[in-house]
């Protein structure tokens, strides 16, 4: 099965800083995508970022961008010019693209960013 | 785009009671998956559907829990009886082929069950 760890419970930012949370997988898997998602205190989940396993390019988005290291199972979130807006616990989320467990997503336990003004 | 579709929003109800959720997904999605949100689980996966046909419902907690979709732009997830501990948020998300496409969640229904 596979596990996705968030090791930040939480994590602060002075606004207009940069800020980079944690993540790291277990999978037996060559084919998946990874996902960041945001959910405000609205508990709106909404989606930051997606990650291709198989793209060797780390995905950006803006302000958001990832560093994807798959050998090591690592996949961190980096927020440039942290904005308030950003405020939101950021979860991490794992779809395997194959086997038993094809079209699950399964979600670190997440991470509370607050930024500060 | 009028994105992933639920109701109620919130949802307070008596032990006993049943209790139905709705969802509708995104026009053209064919896949539905239904998630449980509590302080002590985080998320958890209850239950999806691909083209209508529930594919794994392992996650469903127990029999007291039954999911449907009778078509492609309806699905809903009844607690009957319900229990104060499946007080939780309950989301419904979609996406466009199982597994290979983003899930896009609605806003959840926040039920709490006295």
């Known amino acids: 099965a596979q596990t996705v760890t968030q090791s930040q419970p939480e994590m602060s930012v002075q606004e207009a800083e940069t800020v980079t949370l944690s993540c790291t997988y277990d999978t037996s898997e060559n084919n998946y995508y990874l996902f960041w998602y945001k959910q405000p205190p609205s508990r709106q989940m909404i989606l930051v970022i997606r990650?291709?396993?198989?793209?060797?390019q780390n995905a950006t988005e803006n302000r958001f961008s990832v560093n994807f290291q798959k050998a090591a199972k690592s996949f961190s979130l980096k927020i440039s010019d942290s904005q308030l807006g950003d405020t939101a616990m950021y979860f991490c989320a794992f779809n395997n693209a194959g086997g038993t467990s094809y079209g699950k997503l399964t979600f670190g336990q997440g991470t509370i960013l607050t930024v500060h003004p | 785009d009028a994105g992933v579709i639920q109701s109620p929003r919130h949802e307070v109800t008596e032990m006993g009671q049943e209790v139905t959720l709705r969802c509708k997904p995104i026009?053209?999605?064919?896949?539905l998956f239904w998630y449980r949100q509590t302080m002590m689980r985080g998320l958890e996966l209850l239950i999806y559907f691909n083209n209508n046909v529930p594919i794994d419902d392992s996650g469903m907690p127990e029999d007291r829990f039954s999911a449907k979709m009778p078509n492609a732009s309806f699905s809903t997830l009844k607690i009957q009886p319900s229990e104060p501990r499946d007080s939780a948020v309950y989301f419904c998300?979609?996406?466009?082929?199982?597994?290979?496409?983003?899930?896009?969640f609605g806003p959840g229904t926040r039920l709490l069950v006295l």
């Open positions: 990650q291709e396993a198989y793209k060797q």
């Open positions: 998300a979609s996406s466009s082929r199982q597994g290979q496409e983003t899930q896009y």
């Open positions: 026009s053209g999605h064919n896949s």
